[in-house]
């Protein structure tokens, strides 16, 4: 199981024009296909006069569902070179639509091809893209005596503070990254003489910052 996956960061439209035809690609996070569908429709919305509207999306940090189509162009000219460049940049959970307005000169199968992979390449570096981390989460647990100088040494610490909690005790839930676990537990036997308390708590992805 992949412990980072690349996506976007957030909606974002980027044009390019190859002998008088125009290619607006529009780059989207997504969450799952459900979601990658609703935002090829409303591309197909937002641009009627646009002959063709071509997508490709990669869901999944792994990248295991992965779909494209080539909306009327001939067959692997459109969908697939959009496609091949998500893969090649690493990049899922993100769709991205191409709408074409065509400007009256051919292009022939390898211009397309360009042209398609190129407007999503293009948009990719106009958009940029953001890391996510599956990190584990863990709650620390200590008496009150401890908390305020616990949340300092967590805060200036290179662990990730994801919530504090307070009630008979304190509370303070920590992201750890890949191989962490064992490192933070003998950090906070030290720190606390081992009185605190650890329990695990699960696991989810988060935006690096």
Not at 3 to 32: K, M, Q, T
Not at 121 to 149: H, I, K, P, Q, W
Not at 169 to 197: C, I, K, M, N
């Amino acid at each position: 199981m992949t412990d980072r996956y690349l996506s976007v960061p957030s909606p974002g439209l980027h044009e390019i024009e190859i002998r008088r035809s125009r290619f607006l690609c529009a780059l989207a996070p997504v969450a799952g296909e459900a979601a990658a569908r609703e935002a090829i429709a409303a591309r197909r919305k937002a641009e009627p006069a646009a002959r063709h509207h071509c997508h490709a999306f990669v869901l999944g940090p792994d990248g295991r569902t992965q779909r494209s189509s080539d909306d009327g162009e001939p067959a692997g000219t459109a969908g697939i070179p959009m496609l091949e460049v998500l893969r090649r940049r690493a990049v899922t959970d993100t769709v991205a639509v191409v709408s074409r307005h065509f400007g009256g000169v051919l292009l022939g199968a390898g211009g397309l091809i360009r042209a398609y992979g190129q407007a999503v390449s293009e948009a990719l570096d106009a958009v940029g893209v953001v890391e996510y981390r599956r990190l584990r989460l863990v709650d620390v647990e200590v008496d009150y005596t401890r908390a305020g100088r616990m949340e300092n040494d967590l805060r200036s610490s290179s662990y990730t503070v994801k919530e504090t909690r307070f009630d008979a005790t304190a509370h303070f839930a920590v992201g750890l990254g890949v191989g962490e676990e064992e490192p933070f537990a003998a950090w906070l036997a030290d720190l606390t003489g081992g009185e605190a308390v650890l329990t695990r708590l699960g696991e989810e992805w988060v935006r690096s910052v």
